[in-house]
């Protein structure tokens, strides 16, 4: 459903393309619809060797030898590595994004099923691949830890023993908001609603896997890294840091990415191992893992077992809100969030509500299972939080026999209430709640849809109706509170405006399909009034664009994004002394115009008189005399710390038809209103909404990576893993309202995560409500058609 029309304001190019905000195809999409992108599979160098990884089988062994001489007599092979002979150059082990250290390849233990035990390097990947069968590795196999509440019994075996003194399996404890005021509001309150619930682990699986083509020149000494990259300046300093690298002597390039979700933020051992291959053979040498190895071995998502209380009065106002999470974090934690905050942004809990008290604590514990966490369309761990409000909220609806879209009417914050200090400390910038919940109660026909659902239960017939609310904070920094490894979550962008008038921005930030190209050049044709077509957007190389922490959290518009329109005004005002200068009258006599033919300065009362950016920019770069201190050339820089993070929100509503006697789900409509500011280009903001909604019918409906009690992965591929299709998501009918972020420049929030965020609750409460007569309460995701016929016959599967 086409939700924006564009303003009829906007001018267009002669391209057809709006000068400014409005839809436009992507730029990239000419080369990706021809099967012309240029991914890390594709580059191919000179003399290039290919390599695998031999993984291990145990979730939890000890490593009694290594046998590698078979395999290094194999015809085509040039190099077999061990943890040992990565301990000689002090790089078995690498630090995580957590502070925490994790194998390069094992040297003492395995500590997950496929972790990575010895590298091959060989002329192909098929000699690679054939020389892992000849390794011998003998293993002492040691119990498991597979659940997480197991992992801190006394007993429990000790994962992590590389760590002096260890005697346990305990990461950290984390506690948000003021327990004291909210036990007191607990204590008073007339009705409280407790549940457990887990978020259970699943994966961001990206069309494409991870893989790297590492080339360390040996005559330059120059170190190229090719790799499916999130943050290529961050991933440049580690490097830089951990191998010892002049950090000017390396250069990491992303170029395009199929998918990244979150899978490509940190650095896997592969990543690494590509590095050590090329220094140890003088040769370019790519490593590429196949779908397997990326579900297996790549950062999960989730994997929270959250315990939630919610406190209100009898007749439905909320007053507090409390959980205890148990987080699971595998055998290292690696996951990637700012530094201070273990638990990511979980402690947004308190979710859209006004409400009195609230607290939080979570604790971190290692089990044999593989590391990473957050990634997934995550919000730094704001999917998690959402789900935990979202399904306390219903189920205090269900307490208090109220509707629970008037439930969430009577509880969301008020427009006047922003900005607004959460309990938890976040500040929210900017916010109209319920307007957004009741535009899609009649986008949805709400009213309408209780009494059908009400006719259909009269006949046996299972119909559900789902609501979720979420808050999202997007945009980290600013820098003092936000790091990752000590570098602030601030952003550079740097524009050059030719001679000729056309421009290249150069973005800190990589595009993993989220059409950045496209959006970028249209930030700028807004500012400029310069053809979205005539400006390039380059980023994904680290030689080429200025440092910056990367996309994820949906950072890039509220961080770069206005990186872009700083850097754009301050040509414009530029643009407007050289224009002075060439009409010889004074800069204050000068207004801007956006018109058809382009960003114009001209003077006011006589607009025949005035320069377009194109003619400036010859000016500029020309032999007219500019005023003292003004120097020559259209080019800027800037670096942007954002003053706070931005906060989309938004109300999504599903409605799901469950056959009482198979306990299938059918997700018949799903209505997203979505609100994060004015939109750069409408169809792309749609287009992340889609995806997020199929990203969320897929977590709550089908998707989890499972482990048997031996830790073995029982979920390493596509058979097992579902992906949704077409064929399992409906077609959305999307809603929006506007409400800008005060702080940013334009206004802009983020938007790439809202839908995997906002979506699952509003799944799960559907089919809940749907299974509601069979005085079911709650059951875990995913809820597959097993799980949703067992919770009808009143035993929820446990995950
Ligand atoms: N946008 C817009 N108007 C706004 C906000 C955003 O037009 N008010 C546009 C942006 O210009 C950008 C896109 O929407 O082209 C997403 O912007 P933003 O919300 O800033 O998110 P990022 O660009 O930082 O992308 C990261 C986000 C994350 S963290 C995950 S995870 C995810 C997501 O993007 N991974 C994706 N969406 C994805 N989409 C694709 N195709 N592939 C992924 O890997
Ligand atoms: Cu948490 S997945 Mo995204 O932030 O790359």
Redesign the pocket.
């Known amino acids: 459903m086409t939700t924006t029309a564009d303003a009829p304001s906007v001018p267009r190019s002669a391209a057809g393309n709006p000068i400014g905000?409005g839809r436009m195809p992507r730029k990239e999409d000419a080369r990706f619809l021809r099967g012309q992108g240029h991914y890390v599979d594709d580059v191919r160098m000179p003399g290039m060797l290919e390599s695998a990884i031999l993984r291990s089988p145990y979730a939890h062994a000890r490593i009694r030898s290594i046998d590698t001489t078979a395999a290094a007599a194999l015809p085509g092979v040039h190099a077999v590595i061990t943890g040992q002979t990565l301990a000689g150059l002090n790089l078995a082990w690498m630090p995580t994004l957590s502070a925490d250290v994790q194998a390069v390849l094992a040297t003492d233990k395995v500590r997950f099923q496929h972790q990575e035990v010895a590298y091959v390097v060989a002329d192909t990947e098929y000699i690679a691949r054939d020389a892992l069968e000849l390794i011998e590795v003998d293993y002492e196999p040691l119990p498991a830890v597979v659940d997480a509440k197991r992992a801190l019994d006394p007993d429990a075996p000790v994962i992590r023993d590389d760590v002096d003194g260890r005697t346990d399996n305990h990461i950290f404890d984390w506690e948000a908001g003021d327990a004291a005021e909210t036990a007191r509001v607990f204590d008073a309150a007339e009705v409280v609603v407790t549940q457990e619930m887990l978020y259970p682990r699943v994966h961001?699986a990206?069309m494409e896997t991870c893989g790297t083509v590492a080339h360390m020149d040996p005559v330059t000494g120059k170190l190229t890294v090719y790799s499916t990259n999130?943050a290529p300046h961050a991933h440049r300093t580690i490097y830089a840091l951990v191998a010892g690298i002049p950090e000017h002597k390396i250069r990491i390039i992303s170029p395009d990415?199929g998918?990244?979700?979150?899978?490509?933020v940190g650095i896997y051992p592969g990543y690494v191992l590509a590095v050590v291959g090329s220094i140890v053979t003088g040769r370019p040498v790519k490593w590429m893992e196949d779908r397997s190895e990326n579900l297996m071995a790549t950062s999960f998502a989730r994997d929270y077992h959250m315990t939630g209380s919610i406190a209100s009065t009898r007749d439905g106002k909320i007053t507090g809100l409390k959980v205890d999470v148990l987080a699971d974090h595998g055998a290292f934690n690696g996951t990637a969030q700012p530094t201070k905050f273990p638990a990511g942004f979980f402690h947004i809990f308190t979710g859209s509500y006004d409400l009195q008290a609230a607290h939080c604590k979570v604790s971190g514990v290692y089990t044999n299972k593989a590391p990473g966490g957050v990634?997934?369309?995550?919000?730094f761990r704001i999917t998690e939080a959402v789900y935990l409000v979202e399904r306390m909220v219903d189920l205090l609806a269900r307490e208090l026999d109220m509707d629970p879209a008037q439930l969430r009417l009577k509880n969301l914050l008020r427009p006047e209430q922003f900005p607004y200090t959460s309990k938890t400390g976040w500040e929210y910038d900017s916010g109209e709640y319920p307007r957004a919940l009741k535009l899609a109660m009649q986008i949805a026909g709400y009213d309408e849809l209780r009494k059908e659902q009400a006719e259909k239960r009269a006949r046996g017939e299972l119909m559900g109706i789902g609501i979720s609310f979420f808050t999202e904070g997007?945009?980290a920094g600013p820098k003092k509170h936000m790091d990752i490894l000590g570098l602030g979550m601030a952003d550079g962008c740097e524009l050059r405006v030719h001679p000729t008038g056309t421009a290249q921005l150069r973005l800190s930030?990589q595009?993993?399909?989220?059409?950045?190209e496209?959006?970028?050049a249209?930030?700028v044709a807004q500012e400029l009034g310069l053809p979205p077509e005539d400006v390039e957007v380059i980023h994904g190389d680290t030689d080429n664009t200025p440092f910056g922490l990367g996309?994820?959290?949906?950072?890039?518009?509220?961080v770069s994004?206005a990186a872009a329109a700083i850097v754009a005004q301050r040509i414009r005002t530029k643009a407007r002394i050289v224009a002075a200068a060439a009409l010889e009258v004074s800069a204050d006599d000068l207004e801007w115009q956006i018109t058809a033919a382009g960003g114009r300065w001209q003077v006011k009362g006589d607009p025949e008189q005035g320069k377009t950016i194109a003619e400036i920019a010859m000016l500029s770069h020309g032999t007219l005399e500019l005023p003292e201190g003004v120097e020559g050339h259209l080019d800027a820089s800037v670096v942007y710390d954002p003053p706070n993070l931005t906060y989309?929100f938004g109300a999504y509503i599903c409605v799901t038809d469950v056959d009482p006697g198979t306990g299938q789900v059918k997700v018949r409509r799903f209505i997203a209103v979505d609100d994060?500011?004015?939109?750069?280009?409408?169809m792309?903001?749609e287009?992340?909404v889609h995806?997020?909604l199929a990203d969320g019918i897929g977590m709550a409906l089908m998707q989890l990576i499972a482990f048997d009690a031996d830790g073995n992965c029982v979920g390493g591929s596509f058979m097992d893993y579902l992906l949704p299709t077409a064929l399992e998501c409906p077609s959305y009918e999307l809603g929006e309202t506007v409400t800008p972020s005060p702080h940013h420049p334009l206004g802009?929030?983020?938007?790439?995560?809202?839908a995997?965020v906002g979506s699952p609750p509003a799944v799960v409460n559907s089919v809940l409500d749907a299974i509601a007569p069979f005085g079911v309460r709650h059951a875990d995701m995913p809820l597959t058609p097993a799980n949703v016929w067992m919770a009808m016959q009143g035993t929820p599967m446990r995950t």
């Open positions: 905000f961001p990206p999130q990415i998918g990244g979700f979150g899978n490509k990634a997934y369309a995550c919000s997007v945009g930030v595009s993993q399909g989220q059409g950045h496209t959006t970028y249209q930030i996309t994820y959290g949906s950072r890039s518009t509220p994004g989309p994060c500011g004015p939109r750069i280009n409408p792309i903001v287009g992340q995806g997020g802009l929030k983020g938007v790439g995560e809202s995997t």
